[in-house]
């Protein structure tokens, strides 16, 4: 099977359905590896990379999500899955990674001969991010809440600043990030299903991961079989959800 990556993005955007059953045809894993390369170059809030892929290819462990992903018929016939996680509490990792990478292209030099663009950025990551990330049993985030929408009354403010909001952020650039996947899949004729059935914890314990960590999806990979798509599209009419101002 030809799976070179031909397909326009439009052609692989209608090519991509929820596949729940895959043929037993084994994926090249450098393949399904450079599709996940091309999933971290996603757009991502402040560029904060709160995410994490894990590329699961051994039978064992395959079995083990299966039965976690309570059996469905994507899972149990997936001949490779990837789970995406969100890392909201990698936060100051990814800070101290930004900032150094930014210090990388300006240059080695004193603080007072960066420009007033590079002052800026490195204060965004210095100071603006931490004050949106950095919370204390919610405490500090119902705080910031109230006093943010107190400035929003005299002038344009971000709102959405307790614990809560910031997880959602993690949330939504994990989930940019997994569509990439699925997309540049799609492009190679490879299939995908992204599923959220699942036991959390039980997946957690399979991958050895933190509490602080949190599921986005798993995605189950294979070739479709011809019964793997359950039924044509259906999407409710543009005219529904399109408004042009």
């Known amino acids: 099977m030809d799976v070179t990556p031909e397909k326009s993005v439009c052609a692989a955007i209608h090519y991509r359905r929820s596949v729940r059953v895959f043929t037993k045809e084994s994926l090249d894993d450098e393949k399904v590896k450079e599709c996940i390369h091309l999933a971290s170059l996603a757009p ?27 059996n469905q018929s994507a899972a149990k016939t997936a001949q490779q899955m990837v789970v995406v996680v969100a890392r909201k509490d990698l936060w100051k990792k990814r800070v101290r990674s930004n900032i150094a990478f930014l210090k990388s292209q300006y240059g080695d030099k004193l603080h007072s001969e960066y420009s007033k663009r590079e002052k800026f950025a490195l204060n965004y990551y210095q100071k603006i991010v931490p004050t949106l990330y950095f919370d204390f049993i919610g405490i500090l985030g119902a705080l910031k809440y109230i006093s943010f929408q107190a400035i929003g009354i005299f002038k344009p403010i971000y709102r959405e600043a307790r614990r809560s909001d910031m997880r959602i952020v993690a949330q939504k650039s994990a989930a940019l990030a997994a569509q990439n996947f699925m997309i540049s899949m799609a492009a ?17 314990k399979i991958l050895n991961l933190p509490n602080s960590s949190e599921i986005n999806m798993i995605i189950a990979c294979g070739i479709r079989d011809e019964t793997g798509v359950y039924g044509e599209r259906f999407r409710v009419p543009l005219e529904e959800v399109y408004f042009k101002l």
Not at 57 to 62: A, G, I, M, Q, R
Not at 191 to 199: K, L, Q, V
């Open 44 to 70: 991502t809030s402040s560029n904060m990379q709160l995410w994490e892929f894990y590329h699961i290819t051994s039978t064992e462990v395959l079995g083990q999500l299966s039965g976690a992903c309570f």
């Open 188 to 204: 190679i004729n490879y299939d995908s299903c992204p599923m959220e059935g699942f036991d959390s914890l039980r997946v957690k």
